[in-house]
């Protein structure tokens, strides 16, 4: 069975940075477009970026342009997200995600001011 397993999550001071990553088990043929959504306390999932194996397409939440770095090592089935200049209102658990995979269970980020 494919699972995806988020890593990384952690408190850190506003203004400062994480890096999450996210790798993929199991058969993973076919694995175009990954995703990054965050679930903030009391909030729906919020969509904050993907990227593309295709053709590298990289696309971003408004909220997080500028700040936040998707990047994915195909040989590894690694996603990986780069924070940086963070906020308290990023706190949230972040997830990855791939359509048709089951979601994980996130790691929990948390921006204290």
């Known amino acids: 069975q494919v699972q995806l397993l988020e890593s990384g999550g952690g408190v850190v001071q506003a203004g400062g940075s994480l890096r999450l990553s996210c790798s993929v088990s199991?058969?993973?043929?076919?694995?175009?477009?990954m995703y990054w959504y965050r679930q903030a306390p009391g909030k729906g999932r919020e969509y904050v970026g993907e990227i593309r194996r295709s053709d590298g397409h990289i696309d971003y939440a408004n909220s997080v342009k500028g700040r936040f770095t998707i990047s994915r090592d195909n040989a590894k089935n690694m996603v990986y997200l780069q924070m940086t200049s963070l906020k308290p209102e990023d706190t949230a658990v972040y997830y990855c995600?791939?359509?048709?995979?089951?979601w994980g269970q996130g790691t929990q980020v948390t921006v204290s001011s």
């Open positions: 995600h791939v359509p048709g995979i089951p």
């Open positions: 199991g058969r993973t043929a076919d694995m175009d477009y």
